[in-house]
C-alpha cells in the first residue's frame, strides 16, 4: 500500500517525539510529559503502523516488543576485543593496583552485577547488539536489546559517530527479581540463584518477548569502535558525551584522586549496597586520563590502567542441620534449612528458604548436606545447591509433610501450583498468627505496642481467636502475659482503641486477601465502599484498572467465605471506622515516614510540602531507596517514581498529599 507523505511524516514526528520523550524519562531523570501522554503518543504511532505496515522502521519505538522466536543465535565478532578486568580482593590488592599512581586521577564506578554487551550505532541507529561471548565474539541479541527501554534505538542530537560501539552491563533491578522469582516458584518453575542469573537468561532469550516482559535495564561504561567523532581525551568526558546521545550512565560515579580517595569511595558504596536498586559485586577504579590509559596499555587480557575492587562474595558454603516447615498468612508451605550459622557479605544466616517441595526435589536437598546459599537480590537467604562431593554417608531425606504441621488440617496442592497449602484457614494458629502479625502491622492497622513476640502469646494462649477478640482485651489479659506491665498494657488498650479509626485503604489491606498488598488495597478503596467490595463480581473487580484475573479471583472468594464477612462486620461493630472518603493509607504519626517529592506539584511548591510533612515530624529527602516510606508523584514524575514502583513504595499523588495535610489541621 502507497503510504501518503503526509502519514510518513506524520509517523517520523512521532517516532522522533517518543524517542524524546524516552530519553527524558530513561537518561536523563526528568520527564517532560505525564505518562498518559507519552501513551497516547505511542498508541497513535502503532496505529499508524498497523494501518501501513511498511511505515515500521528498526527505530520505531513500538519495535521494542519482541520479534519472532529465533532457533539460535547468530555470532558477532566484536571489532574490538571485550576484555575483563583484573580484580582486587582486599584492601592490600587495591593498594598495590595503584602504589604507581599517587596523584592520578581516577573515575570510581559501581561494577554491575549483570552482563555485559557491546551496542552497535550506525548513523546513529542501533544495528546490533552482542553479549560478550569469549571477548572476541558473542551472542547476536539484538531483537532482545531493543525491547530494554533504557536502550536507545537511535541516538539522540546530531553530533554523533557514524560508528559508535557502546560497552555497559545489562543487569535486572533487585525488586524486579524478587518478584519474578516469586512468580516462577508459584508457576513450579525456575528458579534464579540471583539477578545476573535472571538478567542473563531473560537477555539470551531465543523468544523475544520474553525477554520484552523481564524488565532489564542498562547503564554504558565504556565504547568500542568509534568512526567520525574525535572523542575527548578523559574518560568520565565520555560518558558525558554518551550520555548527551542518549545512553544511560550511572549516577553514582565519582571522580577522585589516588588511591585514599578510591577507597574511600569503595566504603561509602559498600555501605550503600542494600539500598541500591539493583546488584553490584563490587566498584571499578579507571585511571581518566586516556594518552595515561594507552601508555599503560593491556597485560594479557585485561586493562593495567583499571582494577574491580571487589565486595564480599554474597554466597557461602555451610551445613543443613535440619529441616522445618513454615506456614505463612495465607497458608503457604515453605521448606526452610536450618542452618550451621554463617557469615554471608556481614550478615550471620541461619536460616534458608528451600522455596517448596519441588525445588527441593529438583536440588536433591537432604539433611545433613552441604550447601550454597546465597543472599544476592536481597532477598530472604535461599539455598542454591547441594555440594554433593560432601554428602555424608547417612543423610536424611526430608519427607514432605501431608498435614499442616502447625494445626493437622489437610495440606492440599492445586494442580498447576506450586505451593502447597494448610487447609485449615483461621483454624491454623500459624496462619492466624501471620494473620495478626499482618492485621497490627504499621501499614496496616498500625496498633502501636502489638509486635511478633505479643501476637505469638495472645495466640497459644487463646485470647484471641477471631481479629475483633483483639478489641475484647483487657488490661488484666494483657498483664497476664508474660513481660507485660500494667503501663505497657494500658498502653496497648489505648493503641488499640487508636487504631479504630482508620482509612478504608489501610482496613482492605489489613484483612488480608490475598495478593491485595498495600496499592491494591488503595485503588479498591477508591472505587469501592466496604459493603460495594464485598458484594463484587470478579468482572466489576477487572473493570478496574490494575486489577488482574488472578487478584479478582482472590477477592471473590475471600468474601464468599462467611466466615471473613462475619469478621468484618464485627469489626466493624466493635468500632473500626473510616472517614467516607479517605482514599488512601494514611499514618495517624508521621514520625516515622520518610518521603521523598517528585514531578511538579500545582498547588503548592515542593518547599512548601516539604516544610509542611516536616512540622508534621516526617523526614524529606531527595532520593528514593529502601528506606523511603512514601513517594508523592506530581505530574511528570520520571525516574524516581519508576524506582519506587521498583521498590514496592508507597505512591501518592498531590491530591492524596493535600488530602494527608488537612488530615491534620
Ligand atoms: S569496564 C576493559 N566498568 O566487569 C575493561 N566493566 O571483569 C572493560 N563490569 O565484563 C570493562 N561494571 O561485565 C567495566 N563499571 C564497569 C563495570 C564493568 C561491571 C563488568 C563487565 C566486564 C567485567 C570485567
Redesign the pocket.
Known sequence: MKIPKKIESQAAKLRHTINEHNYYYYVVDDPRVPDSEYDLLLRELQDLEAKYPDLVTADSPSQRVGAPPLDAFAKIVHSVP????N?AFNYQEAEDFAKDFANTEFFA????????VSLRYEDGLLVSAAT?GDGYSGEDVTANAKTIKTIPLKLRGENYPSVLEV?G?VFMPKAYFNKLNQKQAAKGEKIFANPRNAAAGSLRQLKSRVTAQRPLSF?S??VGVVEGVELPQRHNDILKLLQQWGLPI?QDSQLLTGIAGCLKYYESVLKQRQDLAFD?DGV?Y?VNDLALQKELGYVSR??RW?I?HKFPAQEAITQINDIDIQVGRTGALTPVARLNPVEVAGVTVTNATLHNQDEMKRKDVRIGDTVVISRAGDVIPAVMRVILEKRPKKTQEFIFPKQCPVCGSDVIRVAGEAVARCSGGFFCAAQRKQALKHFASRRAMDIDGLGDKLVEQLIDRDLVIKLVDLYRLTVEQLTSLERMGKKSAQNIIAALEKSKSTTLARFIYAIGIREVGESTANTLAQHFTIEALMAATKQELQNIPDIGPIVAQHIVKFFQQSDNINSIEELQTIGINWPKNSNTIINKSLAEEVFVLTGTLSQMTRTEAKTQLENLGAKVTNSVSKKTTCLVAGEKAGSKLTKAQTLGIKIINEADLINLLKSYE
Open positions: 571485550m576484555l575483563s578486568l580484580n564506578e559501581l561494577k554491575f552485577d549483570g552482563l555485559a560478550r560497552r552491563e547503564f561504561y565504556a550511572s553490584i571499578v579507571k585485561a586493562p583499571a574491580a
